[in-house]
């Protein structure tokens, strides 16, 4: 198995160590992981140079180089090309793994319709559920649910895997064979929105998107994109997901209103309006 870790523009905190570090090293503490391949995008020079010496002391560390100019998904893809692995594990860098989840996420992939994408549970630092999973199938109106944050179903301790929607691609597993076959993420997607699409994909092609509550990680770091990234990525699902007439009418203007529906959520809560 091979985890590939897209290490974008990290800084280091208080301490002079970042989540990232942390991240990496539980990963390597997985029995089931057997190669870790770190993405160096976008990062300052004493980043980059700390990723080649933490490389140079571990024999199943690659890290590999991705152009700033590339988008997170297209970074992810430039990992998966480089790894060698039978699965992918995709983790974010700021996402902790909690000891057993990899195999949790194996064994819940076991026997599932291909192509299979399996999703853990990601946490806070207080230890607060955070979205990972949506219910039901993706459609068009799926980016109204995302752009205003509406709750999926929460899972519960001891809840076996579950069918769902889509997974979070901070916490994702899948066979390699299953990635390629889908053409991995969309390259297209400036934000994290393509682990939805790559998830509707799955479902399309007549496979299963499962999560597994048991399978956790705590993240550190949970960055909100700029609302125009978020515009530009949930437009993007909304137009590649419309299959019915409605659904096109709304992908047509799907990009002023949710620019407008995600202006008026951050007026709601307080914050003001940016330029970008």
């Given at each position: ?37 770190i ?7 004493d ?19 991705a ?10 893809n ?16 700021d ?15 076991g ?19 955070r ?5 039901g ?6 980016a ?19 069918k ?25 997607f ?22 597994q ?64």
């Open positions: 198995m091979s985890a590939i870790v897209v290490a974008h523009k990290v800084r280091a905190n208080a301490s002079g160590r970042a989540p990232l570090d942390l991240c990496l090293r539980s990963a390597l503490a997985e029995e089931w992981i057997d190669e870790l391949v993405v160096d995008h976008d990062n300052p020079e980043i980059s140079s700390t990723l080649r010496a933490f490389e140079a002391d571990r024999r199943d560390v690659r890290v590999v180089q152009d700033q100019s590339l988008s997170l998904a297209a970074a992810a430039v990992g998966a090309a480089e790894a060698i692995g039978r699965w992918f594990l995709f983790l974010n860098a996402v902790v793994l909690q000891r057993g989840a990899v195999a949790r996420l194996a064994a819940a992939g026997g599932a319709q291909q192509p299979w994408i399996v999703g853990g549970r990601l946490l806070d630092l207080e230890g607060r559920e979205q990972a999973a949506r219910a199938s993706l459609n068009a109106f799926s109204i649910a995302v752009a205003v944050e509406w709750p999926a179903r929460p899972s519960r301790k001891g809840e076996d895997a579950t769902v929607g889509a997974v979070s691609g901070a916490l994702m597993l899948m066979p390699r064979g299953d990635f390629n076959e889908l053409n991995g993420f969309d390259e297209q400036d934000t994290d929105y393509a682990d939805l699409d790559l998830c509707r994909r799955a479902a399309l092609a007549g496979g299963s998107v499962l999560f509550p048991e399978a956790s990680g705590v993240q550190f770091e949970y960055a909100q994109a700029r609302r125009s990234r978020k515009v530009q990525g949930l437009t993007r699902f909304a137009v590649k997901s419309a299959k019915t007439p409605i659904e096109k009418a709304f992908a047509r203007v799907a990009g002023p209103a949710l620019a407008t529906l995600l202006t008026l959520k951050d007026l709601i809560a307080g914050r003001p309006p940016t330029r970008r």
